[in-house]
């Protein structure tokens, strides 16, 4: 089985020495008392938490998996129950969640450690509580007020979780074609038929009561996406005392068997007749899921910071021990019979991949939850549409480019322990098997894509573009004082203005032939992605070198962190090279063939 040991110093140091959180906090009203110590100590007690009740259940979760009983109830591993408990009990469900709601209040860049400790420990278990963020977002931004008083106060307190329910066996990604069905009735109500698939934590035994956002279609409504509209659609009908009260004709109607995440309930869900609340417009629906989906999508991104680092942690200490043929510049270990395997340099190039994606994916998910603060709660109103505009276009990078390097690290750990890696003892291969519904759910790797090239940057005509790019620019000309980040700044600036013109060639081939855009966007998407972890990897190493100036009793930490920004940019960053020739192709070669011709 897999360990974990929440990565502290790491995130310490994005959030103080890369980040200042705390000079963050001191520029956002109401959270002036968010201090570096209070934050350390969250920091702690969560990790905790998650090494010593959330981590031990990740193999058990996955060995067991959960169980429809006989009445059509869903049995959670053993564990999960009770390590649930203790997590309301302490309060977590509640933390950046609003005061009015009896939240704490604080902001959600202090929730986003507690979710990725929790998950990276058993992403399983964490999408339990995880999930229901979303539901109190989407609530919460369009809810009525007779809504926020029915539903708030149980799911921000953990008493009742929630869910999101979009596809359709049929319909996929195409929402447009669902088919769920809703008719108003006499008393304001709907009522809501229709079956719903990949519901995760769909039905299970943590909560009271399980609250269910579901797309639906009322009558006469427009096709297609245009006619969708969004409903609460709790599975027991809440009382007026806020009790958990009858059934409200939502049944699981089966299990999925699922190659990963075997200890999280993804389920069929029915809803046969049962009663739902209108939230918002009619036919605003989608738009309004947007505010769940993205949540979910920054949520999918941190899964894949997860199985990086929880690959890199287990397969480093394998490899510090595991002994196996000599060193090729002489032995390093002589009083064994075999050097350690990490003096190899290909287990070094594993190694160092897999901590250059999760510290740099760590820098960069932890930037886009500091935007989201600004986006809430400053009380500047450009900077809050700056924000928004910078979180909106690092989404669907964080969820595709991030989802798709922590499926490579953690391969990358289970080959680094060989034919160990291929067997369940060791929990490596169950950490594949977990990170590969990282790229499919909350849109796949091309969804994101198209959303990104298609409709942010070519649909803004560059515009969407703009602040990231300067940002980057601005990062350069304020760094290029300390010598010693010349070569990383020089190698930024080419990619930056490689990133501007390559997206004019795309728009000017799109307009000859639409199809450049699909052929170019994951390409795209990845190349963005390199380029914004460079970024993060230089300012790491900007932020080390001063702090070795300054003197420092950590030096090997700090040098680690140098070291580490030089092989990012000398062995993974030139990746953008194949990546410009490969979209400079075109979409011919893909698009020739006759889809006949495709035989076997």
């Not at 797309?215 to 969004?230: F, H, N, V, W, Y």
């Not at 603060?373 to 809050?384: E, L, N």
């Not at 304020?478 to 990383?488: L, T, W």
């Not at 092989?567 to 030139?574: C, D, Q, R």
């Amino acid at each position: 089985m897999t360990t974990y040991k929440a990565p502290l110093r790491d995130m310490q140091f994005v959030m103080k020495d890369l980040l200042n959180f705390e000079k963050h906090y001191q520029s956002l009203p109401d959270c002036e008392e968010v201090n570096q110590e209070l934050m350390d100590a969250i920091l702690g007690e969560a990790s905790k938490f998650s090494e010593e009740v959330v981590g031990p259940l990740n193999a058990v979760g996955d060995e067991v998996g959960c169980k429809m009983l006989e009445n059509g109830d869903i049995k959670t591993p053993p564990g999960f129950k009770e390590a649930y408990q203790q997590y309301t009990d302490g309060g977590w469900p509640s933390l950046d969640q609003p005061a009015h709601y009896g939240g704490q209040d604080l902001p959600m860049s202090i929730g986003l450690p507690i979710r990725e400790m929790n998950g990276t420990a058993n992403w399983s278990w964490s999408m339990y509580p995880g999930l229901s963020h979303g539901a109190m977002e989407t609530i919460d931004k369009h809810g009525s007020e007779e809504q926020k008083a029915l539903f708030m106060e149980p799911l921000v307190s953990g008493r009742w979780t929630g869910t999101m329910c979009l596809t359709e066996a049929h319909c996929g990604t195409d929402l447009g074609l669902l088919k769920t069905k809703a008719e108003q009735t006499a008393d304001g109500t709907y009522c809501i038929t229709g079956s719903k698939v990949f519901v995760s934590s769909g039905d299970h035994d943590l909560a009271e009561n399980i609250v269910h956002i579901v797309l639906a279609r009322l009558p006469d409504s427009p096709p297609g996406t245009k006619g969708i509209s969004l409903f609460v659609v709790p599975k027991f009908i809440p009382g007026d005392d806020g009790s958990s009260g009858e059934s409200n004709n939502v049944v699981c109607g089966a299990l999925e068997h699922k190659m990963g995440i075997r200890g999280n309930s993804t389920c069929l869900i029915n809803f046969d007749g049962a009663t739902g609340y209108l939230v918002g417009e009619e036919n605003k629906g989608l738009n309004n899921m947007f505010t769940f989906m993205n949540f979910a999508r920054l949520g999918t991104g941190l899964q894949g910071l997860a199985h990086a680092e929880l690959g890199f942690q287990n397969s480093l200490a394998y490899a510090r021990d595991r002994l196996q043929m000599r060193s090729l510049t002489g032995a390093k270990n002589p009083d064994g019979p075999a050097d350690p395997i990490i003096v190899h340099p290909d287990v070094r190039r594993m190694l160092l991949t897999q901590k250059a994606f999760a510290e740099g994916s760590r820098a960069l998910i932890y930037f886009a939850s500091l935007q989201g603060d600004i986006m809430t709660r400053s009380d500047d109103p450009q900077a809050r549409e700056l924000a928004d505009q910078v979180l909106g276009f690092l989404t669907p990078i964080i969820k595709a480019f991030l989802t798709e390097v922590g499926f490579e690290s953690a391969n990358l750990g289970l080959q680094c322990f060989g034919g160990h890696g291929y067997i369940n003892e060791w929990g490596m291969e169950q950490n594949v098997r977990d990170a590969r519904i990282g790229m499919i759910y909350e849109g796949t790797t091309g969804i994101q894509a198209l959303d990104l090239l298609g409709r942010k940057v070519l649909g803004t005509r560059g515009e969407s573009l703009v602040p990231i790019t300067s940002f980057i620019l601005d990062f350069c000309k304020r760094a290029r004082r300390r010598k010693e980040m010349r070569p990383y700044l020089k190698t930024l600036v080419r990619l930056t203005k490689q990133w501007k013109s390559l997206t004019r060639k795309i728009g000017f081939t799109a307009m000859r032939n639409r199809e450049a855009v699909g052929a170019a966007s994951v390409d795209y998407i990845m190349f963005s992605g390199y380029v914004l972890l460079g970024v993060a990897w230089a300012a790491s190493a900007r932020a080390a070198y001063r702090t070795l100036e300054q003197g420092t009793n950590e030096e090997a930490f700090y040098l680690a962190k140098i070291q580490t920004a030089e092989f990012y940019f000398a062995k993974i960053l030139p990746r953008t090279t194949s990546l410009l020739e490969t979209i400079s192709t075109g979409p011919d070669s893909l698009m020739k063939m006759d889809e006949n011709q495709f035989i076997f």
